[in-house]
Antibody, heavy 122, light 108 residues
Framework: EVQLVESGGGLVKPGGSLRLSCAAS????????MNWVRQAPGKGLEWVSS????????YYADSVKGRFTISRDNAKNSLYLQMNSLRAEDTAVYYC???????????????WGQGTLVTVSS | SYVLTQPPSVSVAPGKTARITCGGN??????VHWYQQKPGQAPVLVIY???DRPSGIPERFSGSNSGNTATLTISRVEAGDEADYYC???????????FGGGTKLTVL
């Protein structure tokens, strides 16, 4: 059974940092691209970042580029998101999602974790 | 950047058919994926590649995509289908994933 379990969320002051983790199990982690998707309270889904299976390709949403860093450790079956210079608008539930990529690069998210809440407030 | 437009809400009576649209410039040339999210839960994939259903998703869920509109159709709607639904595409020009704003389906 595929499982994705996020951790590391919490309350942080504006300008602060936080590191999220996602522990994966039940599939060959090193074969899949992984993503972070967030959802602000009462709002829709927003893609944050993606990383290819071997970390060769990394992409970020414009809203977090330069502040967030995605990484993975295939030996530990783990995905990470280092979040720096946090702002109030980064407050959201952050989901880890497995991506399946088909022909021509199109990608969908077939498994999601339960999410971890990040609150940025003074 | 590529924009996906969904109606904020759709209402339907039990047993009827709900249609949720997702608009985008020439979206018919892209592959569209759909997610269902119930309150307090993570999203669940219900349709991928425009019209394919993952295992475990009822046949009542179907999808289509042409021109500037993709559509998620839910036949014989049940109370348990009440949820938020999101469309998603990959924008090849930016290598970004894009979600629509979401549609709240209310079963009357």
């Amino acid at each position: 059974e595929v499982q994705l379990v996020e951790s590391g969320g919490g309350l942080v002051k504006p300008g602060g940092s936080l590191r999220l983790s996602c522990a994966a199990s039940g599939f060959t982690f090193s074969s899949y691209s992984m993503n972070w998707v967030r959802q602000a309270p009462g709002k829709g889904l927003e893609w944050v970042s993606s990383i290819s299976s071997s970390s060769s390709y990394i992409y970020y949403a414009d809203s977090v580029k330069g502040r967030f860093t995605i990484s993975r450790d295939n030996a530990k079956n783990s995905l990470y998101l280092q979040m720096n210079s946090l702002r109030a608008e980064d407050t959201a539930v952050y989901y880890c999602a497995r991506a399946t990529t088909g022909l021509l690069g199109t990608t969908y998210f077939d498994y999601w974790g339960q999410g971890t809440l990040v609150t940025v407030s003074s | 950047s590529y924009v996906l437009t969904q109606p904020p809400s759709v209402s339907v009576a039990p047993g009827k058919t709900a249609r949720i649209t997702c608009g985008g410039n020439n979206i018919g040339s892209k592959s569209v994926h759909w997610y269902q999210q119930k309150p307090g839960q993570a999203p669940v994939l219900v349709i991928y590649y425009d019209s394919d259903r993952p295992s475990g998703i009822p046949e009542r869920f179907s999808g289509s995509n042409s021109g500037n509109t993709a559509t998620l159709t839910i036949s014989r709607v049940e109370a348990g289908d009440e949820a938020d639904y999101y469309c998603q595409v990959w924008d090849s020009s930016s290598d970004h994933q894009v979600f629509g704003g979401g549609t709240k389906l209310t079963v009357l």
